[in-house]
């Protein structure tokens, strides 16, 4: 650990007690926050994904042109004139119908973020709930939720998420719901993993013994403990979401024109290639690779940082 | 083992009829017929039609229907957009092709997966090992859907080695950039748990014993090391096949090479719900039957495991 490190918390400690703590206890927390700082290459792509979201949010004011927008100009000689350029405002070039690639790849980047985040959320509340209660309960009720699991499991998911996007109509807010809900089963073996070894500390047991509710154990006492694990496992999800979205989104059937995201932005680069318009590949391929390399030093740096066992 | 066998096929088949029942149910909630058109048709003729495939009687009697002539007679029923087509004829025309690429995927990622991550474990901190360590992690970051392209630009159109799509009854240049583009992220998943699982089997006592009765290395890794060190990869073996059905959809549809995957995107593309459904349930089916046999596998080959 760097001097410097140590003197930061050193600081920190004296600013928040107002005298200097000399018992040295640290939290679990402070514990790994030190860990995780120390780790350079999730660091960096903190920094890295921290800058990817000021793109998404502020890229925009930059750009000369609007994601739908056509410049008319440039329709039909894309390939001669609709490369990367600061004179005509498009900074990445145009696609094959004269919009600024630019804009598009601020909005792709922003709708694969968020699947990505809002997916790995909603199969982190259902799959972490599920989970919990499955192993606080036990017994039969265990046995069938979990055999649940084991049948939803071994069912091509991807094909499934196919059906519902067709059946219900091909939209963003699906493909949040299908992919939250489809990849929530391997966060609730986890959390029922944990739950199981949780369960019988002593303060769960002394809750029971005061009379609380399964219920208000569950919520109070067993899912602020899981917390660790299931983050860092969300934070792993996170790039998974966005592959999966990209995935549907390069075969067509993802997000609707004139919306896009990254997946679907790569499938018209890969369709335009043989055009010689390769930056109309290429930016969006290099944004895509960098979020999921970010994604996942940063889920990596989290678990060496929480999970107890690597240390 | 009869017991565990039997167990474990008492999930396999309710979880194939769930997959039926709820993909039944979901074309049947869907919104438009398999018979609307522009023009409106006359009520009795839409009555008869419907009669016709038996879609006027209950959901419940349909299902009924539909899964009876799956089980006795392998039947998926008709396609709605190529009319004169089954669903059984698409997939016979569709399967052979992914199935080719997909066998040689497969292959292609176990054995260079498990080569590579046990050269690495065997040269452990050299050269090799960053290699493998490098490329197991750049290929987290390269599905398929990323890579394809990427191939086809490199070696179709600027190295001009390799056709970028067709199939051409299975001719081998045409296999080769479908079979990397399927296998590498697989290749790279398998090559970093077998350099994980190798690395701790290494490090166990009775290889240390091995070592001290003066074996040699060879002839460690392969008679005592690799057993214990396969289990984990084989136990992986059961996503890979899922990724492979998953992935050769955006093969098929990338490369053109008109396997099943192409007619899957098509059909979702134009509510051609049999098809569709007969798919996702052949996929299903495969699925849940590769994976019993990789759970016996695995139960043959670790003593450990009590059924």
């Given at each position: 650990m760097s001097p410097l490190l140590f003197g930061r918390r050193t600081i920190r400690a004296l600013t928040t007690t107002?005298?200097?703590?000399?018992?040295g206890g640290r939290s679990l927390w402070q514990d790994a926050r030190g860990r995780f700082v120390c780790n350079r290459a999730a660091m960096a792509s903190l920094a890295i994904l921290c800058v990817l979201v000021l793109f998404v949010l502020f890229g925009d004011f930059l750009?000369?042109?609007?994601?739908?927008?056509?410049?008319w100009a440039m329709l039909g000689n894309v390939a001669e004139?609709?490369?990367?350029?600061f004179a005509n405002g498009h900074y990445f070039g145009v696609d094959e119908l004269g919009r600024d690639l630019y804009a598009r790849t601020v909005q792709g980047t922003g709708i694969s973020l968020m699947v990505g985040v809002l997916g790995a959320l909603v199969s982190m509340v259902v799959g972490t709930l599920y989970g919990a209660v499955a192993g606080y309960l036990g017994g039969a009720v265990d046995n069938v939720m979990m055999r649940i699991v084991d049948v939803l499991m071994a069912i091509p998911y991807m094909f499934v998420l196919i059906v519902f996007m067709v059946v219900f109509g091909r939209s963003i807010l699906m493909l949040f719901v299908g992919i939250g809900l489809i990849s929530w089963l391997d966060m609730a073996r986890i959390a029922r993993g944990q739950t199981l070894s949780i369960k019988n500390r002593d303060f769960v047991e002394a809750a029971v013994a005061i009379g609380v509710r399964p219920g208000r154990i569950i919520l109070r006492h067993i899912i602020p403990n899981l917390l660790g694990v299931v983050v860092v496992y969300a934070t792993l999800l996170v790039p998974s979401m966005i592959i999966y979205e990209s995935f549907i989104s390069f075969l067509g059937l993802g997000v609707q024109e004139p919306d896009t995201s990254l997946g679907a932005l790569i499938s018209d680069g890969a369709s335009q290639m043989q055009y010689g318009t390769l930056w109309q590949l290429l930016f969006p391929l290099s944004f895509f690779v960098t979020t999921l390399f970010a994604f996942f030093f940063v889920g990596d740096g989290l678990r060496d940082a929480l999970d107890p066992r690597d240390r | 083992m009869i017991y565990y066998v039997a167990r474990r096929l008492a999930v396999a088949v309710p979880t194939l009829l769930i997959l039926i029942i709820v993909s039944y149910v979901l074309m049947y909630a869907?919104?438009?017929?398999?018979?609307?058109?522009?023009r409106t048709l006359p009520p009795e003729v839409m009555a008869n039609l419907q009669h016709k495939y038996g879609l006027d009687q209950p959901l419940v009697v349909q299902i009924w229907r539909y899964v009876v002539s799956i089980v006795t007679e392998f039947d998926f029923g008709p396609s709605f957009q190529y009319t004169d087509q089954t669903v059984n004829d698409i997939i016979r025309q569709g399967f052979p092709v992914t199935l080719t690429y997909g066998a040689w995927s497969f292959l292609v990622a176990v054995l260079a997966g498990v080569s590579l991550g046990i050269a690495a474990a065997v040269c452990h901190n050299t050269f090799l090992d960053y290699l493998c360590v490098g490329v197991s992690v750049g290929a987290q970051v390269l599905p398929n859907f990323v890579l394809a392209p990427v191939l086809t630009l490199v070696?179709?159109?600027?190295?001009?080695?390799?056709?970028g799509g067709g199939w051409q009854g299975g001719h081998w240049p045409y296999v080769v950039l479908p079979v990397i583009a399927l296998s590498t992220s697989f290749m790279a998943s398998i090559a970093r748990m077998t350099r994980s699982s190798m690395l701790e089997a290494l490090n166990a006592d009775f290889i240390r014993t091995a070592r001290a009765k003066g074996l040699p290395m060879r002839r460690i890794v392969i008679r005592h090391a690799l057993k214990p060190a396969m289990l984990p990869v084989i136990s992986y073996l059961g996503p890979t096949f899922v990724g492979m059905i998953t992935g050769s959809v955006v093969i098929d549809v990338f490369f053109?090479?008109?396997?099943?995957g192409q007619f899957f995107v098509n059909s979702a593309l134009n509510r051609d719900y049999p098809v569709i459904m007969g798919i996702t349930i052949l996929a299903g089916a495969l699925t849940i039957a590769f994976n019993l046999v990789v759970d016996l596998l695995y139960a043959w080959l670790d003593p450990r495991i009590r059924y």
């Open positions: 107002g005298a200097p703590d000399t018992s750009a000369a042109w609007s994601n739908e927008e056509i410049d004139e609709g490369g990367p350029s | 869907a919104p438009g017929g398999p018979f609307d058109t522009e070696f179709t159109l600027w190295l001009a080695w390799l056709p053109a090479t008109g396997g099943i």
